[in-house]
């Protein structure tokens, strides 16, 4: 446990932290002096009077007529004042401040957000945060797929794909005269650009990905899905229509929580079998679920 002492000076210093910042609460509009005694007015002094006030006090100490360097201080303060209290907003937030000292923090960020928030047009900065957010995702995303195609030409796979083609194309000759090397390496990106590589999880980056971009399509994506779910109403639970098979494997993928790659890459068999169970009807998917797991013990 700590002395008494001890603690006695730890309140002392967080007091005196405290104080400082308390101190600074209201020393933010116009310094270590109140902005109404700055203009000569009472607190509650209307408009017109602060007005007034402030013209009167700007000609008397105007730099082009009081060269005193003294009264030149002095107009920069009480131009400050008048900035602050001219605008009901700002005044009402210095008055808060001044009834509310303790209240740093926010008094800080009222402060500040009136300084400097009016001046910001909300449109320009969500386009300019959509444009630089949209740049990072690009450049993510070319990065990530540069990788993943580096990672698989590496593989014997890739490696036994390409000398197939290679093969295919040069009618299983293969150049061995001298620089050959230079041609095989020049003929080895042409196959490569031609083989389609699908890597899961790196995808070929595409502008429509962005962010941005869908921002931009946000309504006519609403549109489409509005227009998608009232069709999708009135063939199904008007007309009482059966499924097509796109939007039966659909509701199959739904049901089991499977993404659309995965879903791709399943055999055709696979796809019709899961589709004629029914899955998307909940009595069908609880049947399937105990299946597989009565399989799944049995391979125990």
């Known amino acids: 446990m700590a002395p008494p002492v001890t603690k006695r000076w730890c309140w002392a210093l967080i007091l005196l932290f405290l104080s400082l910042f308390v101190q600074s609460s209201t020393a933010i509009y116009c310094g270590a002096e109140d902005c109404y005694a700055l203009l000569g007015v009472a607190q509650d002094a209307n408009a017109s009077d ?22 030149k201080k002095l107009f920069v303060k009480i131009a400050t004042a008048y900035e602050i209290l001219k605008d009901n907003e700002t005044r009402a937030q210095y008055d808060y401040a001044i009834e509310h000292p303790e209240e740093v923090f926010y008094n800080t960020a009222q402060y500040y957000r009136a300084k400097y928030g009016h001046k910001s047009d909300p449109r320009a900065v969500l386009v300019g945060l959509l444009v630089v957010l949209s740049a990072f995702q690009y450049l993510n995303n070319v990065a990530r797929y540069n990788e993943a195609i580096a990672t698989v030409k ?8 390409l000398k197939a083609l290679e093969l295919e194309r040069t009618g299983g000759v ?22 389609d590589l ?35 109403v009135w063939r199904y639970k008007v007309k009482k229509a059966p499924y097509s098979w796109e939007d039966a494997s659909y509701l199959t993928r739904r049901s089991l929580s499977v993404s659309a790659d995965a879903w791709t890459n399943l055999d055709e068999y696979r796809k019709e079998d899961l589709v004629e169970k029914r899955l998307w009807e909940k009595q069908n998917l609880e049947n399937y679920f105990a299946e597989m797991r009565k399989e799944s013990k049995r391979r125990r």
Do not use: C, M
């Open 174 to 195: 293969t150049n061995r005269k001298k620089g050959s090397k230079q041609i095989d390496k020049k003929l080895q990106e042409e196959l490569s650009n031609e083989l």
């Open 50 to 71: 602060i007005k007034r006030s402030y013209y009167k006090l700007s000609l008397q100490h105007h730099p082009d007529k009081n060269p005193d360097p003294e009264s």
């Open 154 to 161: 590496r593989t014997p796979a890739y490696k036994n794909k």
């Open 198 to 232: 699908q890597i899961k999880g790196a995808e070929k980056p595409s502008v429509w990905d962005l962010l941005g971009v869908r921002f931009i399509l946000l309504p006519y994506t609403i549109i489409k899905l509005l227009v998608w779910y009232s069709s999708w």
